[in-house]
């Protein structure tokens, strides 16, 4: 991979006519991530990457499946089979799934800090974490099984039924169980279940966790053996991190304990958004499997109505998280605002207020400095981070749903600018966890998988279709 260019160095992004140079280019970088994910294929699943993250995390093997049905569909289909196993009885599909092989430092907090086995619901004999992650995986599901070909399209559909009750059941369970407000919306109880962990869109409520002394043991991060700590999470937020999960964990993982105690209850655009594109792949699922899709339908219905009804802002044209306990929406304009552009019902007037705001100075400054597309917050913002986490950098993941949002709705430029980038910071910087907007710099894991894995999707993705689909 060539080096980073220097901070403030100009930056150009392929424009949309000259998209197909770049995508015939990017045969290496294919190449290179198929050799990613083989290199972190344990043999049921695929690790986040070798050093920080050896363990199995729920929507980095949705996104991992989806990247290796383009040319490993046996590969694809176990990575979400060994997920699924972790599953608990009252269906959540839990953030990571431990596991046994890996030693027992190898990840800080780990088996023993979750205690799991503290619930009835969980898996025995199998050590989980005790929260979820963004419910991607019934799209995931269902684009593995659009890639599988006519030969093994049968034993596809075999491996699609047997996954899709458990699918349902994920589903029910979060909009039953974590329906906190009676509005529709399903509330997260931690940071890492939103899959920002860190992001900005929490600091309102989160500085004002208070630890009491003596809540926690003395332990040791073991991320900052493999990451700047100029990257990471401070040490104060990870010790309010530990403080929700012992909250949970006091509550035995009872979704209405955990509500009742927890300091940190949200609603956010970001997970509700997948939630909702998730329902629709199951309803396509139910389809394909002779059964009845109205369910899922009138569930994706519900949340469309009620992410308009609760979160969006007339005045600020803007989609933002609900701060539960306060019963405050938070200012903060990071990239969890943009996530509904998913639902293919979206009104064609938040359309427009979404894309105007991707293309604001704000998170697409041309011709103010160099920048890659899209960072995760506000440039313009006083603590705007460009190397910290999820306060300013670039992800792929995030990337891909923008991209996969705005192909939907036929707003083919930008999106092809988002492709672009991507496939520059990659070639520039590596399959790493994250990039810098300012200078396309890598940061976190190296080898990450699920840059790799959407990397490889976004380009056979564009190769394979010239307009928009669902």
Same mark, same amino acid.
């Given at each position: 991979m060539n080096e980073p260019a220097a901070r403030h160095a100009w930056v150009t992004h392929a424009a949309p006519a000259?998209?197909?140079?770049?995508?015939?280019?990017?045969?290496?970088?294919?190449?290179?991530?198929?050799?990613?994910?083989?290199?972190?294929?344990?043999?049921?699943?695929?690790?986040?990457?070798?050093?920080?993250?050896?363990?199995q995390w729920s929507w980095d093997s949705a996104f991992i499946a989806i990247g290796r049905s383009w040319y490993d569909a046996e590969r694809a289909r176990r990575e979400l089979e060994t997920l699924f196993e972790a599953q608990w009885r009252n269906g959540m599909v839990p953030s990571i799934a431990f596991d046994p092989a890996a030693p027992a430092d190898a990840y800080f907090p780990g088996p023993d800090v979750?205690?799991?086995?503290?619930?009835?619901?969980?898996?025995?004999?199998r050590p989980t974490s005790g929260i979820t992650q963004p419910p991607i995986h019934a799209r995931a599901a269902l684009e593995v099984h659009r890639r599988a070909g006519p030969d093994e399209r049968a034993r596809s559909l075999d491996w699609l039924g047997r996954l899709y009750?458990?699918?349902?059941?994920?589903? $029910?369970?979060?909009?039953? @169980?974590?329906? =906190?407000?009676?509005?529709? /919306?399903? #509330?997260?109880?931690?940071?890492?279940?939103s899959g920002l962990d860190d992001s900005p869109a929490w600091d309102r409520d989160f500085d004002r966790i208070v630890v009491p002394p003596g809540a926690l043991p003395p332990y040791r991060r073991h991320d900052l053996d493999h990451a700047?700590?100029?990257?990471?999470?401070?040490?104060?937020?990870?010790?309010?991190?530990?403080?929700?999960?012992?909250?949970?964990?006091?509550? $035995?993982y009872s979704d209405a @304990?955990?509500? =009742?105690?927890?300091?940190? /209850?949200? #609603?956010?655009p970001l997970f509700n958004a997948v939630l909702l594109w998730s329902e629709l792949a199951a309803a396509q699922i139910a389809e394909l499997l002779g059964e009845d899709p109205a369910p899922h339908r009138a569930a994706a219905g519900r949340i469309r109505g009620a992410l308009a009804r609760e979160l969006w802002s007339p005045r600020r044209r803007r989609f933002g998280p609900w701060d539960l306990r306060r019963d405050e929406r938070e200012p903060e304009d990071t990239v969890i605002s943009f996530a509904p552009i998913l639902d293919p019902g979206l009104a064609e007037p938040t359309v427009d207020a979404i894309c105007r705001e991707l293309e604001s100075p704000s998170f697409h400054p041309r011709?103010?400095?160099?920048?890659?597309?899209?960072?995760?917050?506000?440039?313009?913002?006083?603590?705007?981070?460009?190397?910290?986490?999820?306060?300013?950098?670039?992800?792929?993941?995030?990337?891909?749903?923008?991209?996969?949002?705005?192909?939907?709705?036929?707003?083919?430029?930008?999106?092809?600018?988002?492709?672009?980038?991507?496939l520059e910071l990659v070639r520039r910087s590596g399959f790493r966890e994250y990039f810098d907007p300012l200078d396309g710099s890598g940061h976190g894991s190296d080898r990450f998988s699920w840059s790799a894995a959407l990397l490889i999707d976004m380009v056979m993705r564009q190769r394979a279709t010239a307009g928009p689909r669902p």
């Open positions: 000259g998209l197909d140079a770049t995508l015939d280019a990017a045969d290496d970088l294919v190449a290179e991530a198929r050799d990613v994910l083989d290199g972190n294929w344990t043999g049921a699943y695929t690790r986040p990457s070798q050093a920080l993250y050896p363990h979750w205690q799991s086995e503290r619930s009835p619901d969980a898996p025995i004999g009750p458990r699918l349902s059941a994920q589903l $029910r369970h979060l909009e039953t @169980a974590r329906d =906190a407000s009676g509005s529709g /919306l399903v #509330a997260i109880v931690h940071p890492w279940e700047a700590a100029a990257d990471r999470p401070t040490d104060a937020d990870y010790e309010r991190y530990l403080y929700l999960l012992t909250i949970a964990r006091d509550a $035995r @304990a955990v509500m =009742a105690a927890t300091p940190f /209850l949200f #609603a956010g011709g103010q400095g160099p920048h890659f597309v899209v960072p995760t917050y506000d440039e313009r913002a006083a603590d705007f981070d460009p190397e910290r986490y999820w306060r300013g950098p670039v992800w792929l993941n995030t990337n891909w749903l923008l991209w996969r949002g705005l192909r939907r709705h036929g707003r083919l430029h930008l999106a092809e600018e988002i492709l672009a980038s991507s």
